[in-house]
C-alpha cells in the first residue's frame, strides 16, 4: 500500500520525529502506533544471520538463534565468484525473512590494510575493485529477496585497535583510489538500503559528523538514497551527526541522543525542514521494508547446507602441491593430526559469530571417507586451549604420522587469535602448531598442511610441508567441504584476495600499524597490498589473486577492439583460455591494467576486470572483458575527478599479479584537458611536457630574449643540449630574467605568463593574439 510520506510527518509531533532517529532498543527500530508505522528490526551477520535471543540485545554479544554459518568474508572473497556471492545473498535474504529480519547488516568490506586487523576474516580484499564487485553481487542476492542490506563500515575502519577514537589521516588519492573504491560501485550499482558509519575519524572528523564523506561523496556524488545508520555507540554529537546527514543513531541511547537534537532544533541549531527530511528517508525505509515481509516464509536449511559446502571449496586455494601429493588416494593409510580436525576453527569472533544448525568436522568426514581407523590414524597434536607445546600430544602426533603413508596437519589460528575487537600482534601461528610441522616432516615427507585462519600468517615451515591447503574459515559444512578437496571430488579453484608478506615487516602499513595513540597514517598512500610489492620489487610469500589447480590452463589468443580509443570509448578485451590438464576445473581469469609512463606515481598495475571459468579437459572457452574509462585513471586532486591521461597503456591478461601470461598495448586519448597555472615557478620542463604549451612558450621567450640563451644552445650546440635539457628541466620561469642577464625583463615575463594561460583558456596561438 503506497503511504503519503510527508502527510504522516506532518501529524507527527517534534517528539515523535526526533525519536525515530535513535533505535528502540539494541535491534529496533522506532515504530509509532497511532501513525500505523510499523517497527522494523535489524540482524548481523555478513556470512550468517545471527538473530539474538531476548530483547535486551546482550550487548550484541550473547546466544543467538541457530542459522546457516557460511564461510566467512575471507573465504567467500577467495572464490573471485560473482555468481556464488550472489546465491549466498539470496540464501541469507531467505533466512532473515523466516526470522522476522528487514535489514542484514553486512557486508563489511573495508580495505585490508595490514593482515593484523583482527577483523580481516570478514572483509573481503585488499583490492578495492575485487571487494566492490563481490560486495555488489551479495547485495543483489540480499535485496532481490526482499530484505535490506548495510555496507558496512564505511569509512577506513582498518583496525579494531582504538576503533572508537582513532583518526586516520588518509591522502586525497588514497582515499578516492582505495578506501573508498572499495564502497562507491557497490553503492551506485547495488543501491543497498543502508549504509552503516564507522567509528573513527578520517581525517580529522568522525566519519558519522562529516558533511563531506556523508552529504557531499555518498549522496551528492553517488547519488545513494537510503538511510545512514551509526556503528553501534559511533555517535560522538547527535546533532552534529543528523545535521551531516546521518539518520539513525544505534542502539538506544537511553534518551541521550534525543535530547541532543531536541535541544539543537529548539535553540535554532538545526532547521526543523533537516528533521524532516531525515524522518521521511526513515519512514521510506520502514514502510519498503514492511511490505516486503513474507509471512509464514521458511527456507531449506539441507540446501543451505549444501550451498555453504559448496562455497568453503570454492574459497579453499589451494597454495603449494609438490609432486601432485594433492589429492589423497583413498586406498593409503593416512594420518589426520591437529584438535582442528574434531573441533574447527570455522568462523571468526565478534558480531558476525553465528549459531550454526550443524557442524561438518573433517575427522567425521574422512572416517566414513576411509572406512575407519584402519586406514585413518587421528592424533590430536596439540591443546586447543593452552598454546605451549605439549610433549605427549606431539609424540602421539609423530607415531601416527609414522604408521601412515601420508599425513594431513590441521594446523592455523585458535578462536583467540582473531576477533572484533582487537588486533594481531604479529603473523605466527602458535608455538605448537609450527613445532607439529617440523617434527612430523622429519619423520613423513608426504605432508600435507591444511590452514584454518582468517588472514595472511608467515610459513617459515613452508619448505617442510609438500601440500598446503588454506582453508580460511569455512563456515558449518568445513569439514565436508576440506574432504571433497583434499580427496579430488572438487577441484580447487580460489585465489588469495590478499597477499601474504613473506614476514609481517614487509607489508607497507608496518611501520605506521596500529598508530601512535589515537592518530594513525596511512603514509603507504595508494600503494596497498600487491600495489606496493610491485611498485617495492618485494616478492611475497604468495601474491595476489594467486592459487593452483589439480588441473593446468593455458591463455591465447588475446585481442582487443582497437588499438586507439579515447577515455570516452569502451574497450573490449577477448582471451582464449583452455584446460589442458585430464580433470576438470575452474579458472579465475585476471586482467589488469597498467600506465606505462603517467606524470603522477601510480602502481604497476592494477585489477579492472575477473571471470571465473568452468572447463572440462580439452575444453577452451573466449573470456571477454569490457574496459571503461574508469579502467585508465587515477583521481586527480587538481581537478577532484578521474582522468585519464593520453598515452600507452598495457592490458595484462593473468593467472595472479605476479604471473601475466598476456599483454597488449593500447593508446588511449585524454578527451579532457587539465589546464596548468602557469606561473613564476613552473618549470620549463613543465612546458616542453606540455603538447599545447611547449611550441608557443619557446616561441614567446626566443622573441623576448635578444641575447643567446640555453634554449639556442639547446639547438645549436649538440654537445651542450643534455646538459642543458636537464638544467632547464627543473628551472622555474622566474630563472629566466636571470639566465637572459636582463633581457627578458620581469615585466616580459609575466606577459609569458599571461599569454601562457590565455591559451590554455581561448586555444589561440600567442603569435595570433599578437
Partial sequence: MERNIQAIVSQMSLKEKVSMCTGLDFWHLRGIERLGIPSIRV?????????????????????????????????????????LMRDVGIALGKEAQAEGIA??????????????????????????????????????????????????????????????????????????????????????????????????????????????????????????????????????????????GLDLEMPNSLGFGEKKLLDAIEHEKLPQTLLDQTVERLLRLIFHADSQKKEGATFNKRLHHELARK????????????????????????????????HPRYQGGGSSHVNPFHLDNLYDEMACELGGEDRLIYADGYDLHVELPHTRLIEEAIEAAKKADYAVLMIGLPDRYESEGYDRTHLRIPADHQMLVEEIAKVQPNLVVVLSNGAPVEMPWLDKTKGLLEGYLGGQAVGSALRDVLFGYTNPSGKLAETFPEKLSDNPSYLHFPGDGNLVEYKE?????????????????????????????????MTVSSNSIKDTDELTVRVVVKNTGDRAGKE???????????????????????????????????VTFTLNKRAFTYYNTQIKDWHVETGEYEIMIGKSSAQI?????????????????????????ELMADPLLAEPATKLIKEMNETPSFLDSMDENKEMATMMEALAENMPLRALVYFTKGSITEEELQYIIDELNKIQVYGLSAAEKR
Avoid at 317 to 322: A, G, S
Avoid at 530 to 551: A, H, M, N, V
Wanted: proline fraction near 5%.
Fill in 43 to 83: 540482524g548481523d551477520g555478513p556470512h550468517g544471520l545471527r538473530k539474538q535471543i531476548g530483547e535486551d540485545g546482550h550487548m550484541g554479544l550473547g546466544p543467538s538463534e541457530p542459522a546457516t554459518c557460511f564461510p566467512a568474508g575471507a573465504t567467500l572473497a577467495s572464490s573471485w565468484d560473482k555468481e
Fill in 103 to 244: 535489514v542484514l547488516l553486512g557486508p563489511g568490506i573495508n580495505i585490508k590494510r595490514s593482515p593484523l586487523c583482527g577483523r580481516n576474516f570478514e572483509y573481503y580484499s585488499e583490492d578495492p575493485y575485487l571487494s566492490s564487485e563481490l560486495a555488489t553481487a551479495y547485495i543483489h542476492g540480499v535485496q532481490s529477496e526482499g530484505v535490506g542490506t548495510s555496507i558496512k563500515h564505511y569509512l577506513a575502519n582498518n583496525q579494531e585497535h582504538r576503533r572508537m577514537t582513532t583518526n586516520a589521516i588518509i591522502d586525497e588519492r588514497a582515499l578516492r583510489e582505495i578506501y573508498l573504491a572499495s564502497f562507491e560501485n557497490a553503492v551506485k550499482h547495488a543501491k543497498p538500503w543502508t549504509v552503516m558509519a564507522s567509528y573513527n575519524r578520517v581525517n580529522f572528523e568522525f566519519v558519522s559528523e562529516s558533511h563531506f564523506f556523508l552529504g557531499e561523496v555518498l549522496r551528492k556524488e553517488w547519488g545513494f538514497g537510503g538511510i545512514v545508520m551509526s556503528d553501534w555507540g559511533a555517535i560522538d554529537e547527535r546533532d552534529a551527526a543528523l545535521a551531516a
Fill in 311 to 342: 562455497a568453503a571449496t570454492e574459497g579453499m586455494v589451494l597454495l603449494k602441491n609438490d609432486d601432485n601429493i594433492l589429492p589423497l588416494p583413498k586406498d593409503k593409510k593416512i594420518a589426520l593430526i591437529g584438535a582442528f580436525a574434531k
Fill in 525 to 557: 598512500g595508494i600503494f596497498v597490498g600487491y600495489r606496493y610489492y610491485d611498485k617495492k620489487e618485494r616478492p611475497p610469500l604468495f601474491p595476489f589473486g594467486y592459487g593452483l589447480s589439480y588441473t593446468e590452463f593455458d591463455y591465447s589468443d
Fill in 588 to 622: 579465475i581469469v585476471q586482467l589488469y591494467v597498467s600506465d606505462l609512463e603517467s606524470t603522477v606515481r601510480r602502481p604497476r598495475k592494477e585489477l579492472k576486470g575477473f571471470e571465473k571459468v568452468e572447463l572440462q579437459p580439452g575444453e577452451e572457452q573466449v
Fill in 661 to 685: 601470461e598476456l599483454k597488449h598495448k593500447v593508446a588511449v586519448q585524454s578527451t579532457v584537458r587539465i589546464n596548468q597555472n602557469v606561473n613564476r615557478n613552473t618549470t620549463i620542463g
